[in-house]
């Protein structure tokens, strides 16, 4: 079983700054892919960067030039650095499995951008 455990969420003005973690256990960490993902009110949930084993990264158009995802495998951890933040950021933030896996989701880490 795998779990994740996000962290780094708060309130931050819009153009500001944060830096999300995901915290992993019970998976062989260096050789899997994982994925950050959004979910606003009323909307769905939304793959909003990923990056693989391998380091490779992608970025959904609404967040690209903004946000950088990166890992550091020897803590087990993927980050996701959040910058010129826009009230459209608002939205509880989730790290899983980038499609080729998943676990059952946590409680994720809440973000919200004021105008």
């Not at 960067?49 to 990166?70: E, H, P």
Request: net charge positive; proline share 3%; aromatic share 10%.
């Amino acid at each position: 079983q795998v779990q994740l455990v996000e962290s780094g969420g708060g309130l931050v003005q819009a153009g500001g700054s944060l830096r999300l973690s995901c915290a992993a256990s019970g998976t062989i960490f260096s050789i899997t892919g994982f994925g950050w993902y959004r979910q606003a009110p009323g909307k769905q949930r939304e793959l909003v960067a990923g990056i693989s084993s391998g380091g490779s990264t992608n970025y959904a158009d609404s967040v690209k030039g903004r946000f950088t995802i990166s890992r550091d495998n020897a803590k087990n951890t993927v980050y996701l650095q959040m910058n010129s933040l826009k009230p459209e950021d608002t939205a509880i933030y989730y790290c899983n499995g980038p499609g080729t896996w998943h676990a059952d989701w946590g409680q994720g880490t809440q973000v919200t951008v004021s105008s």
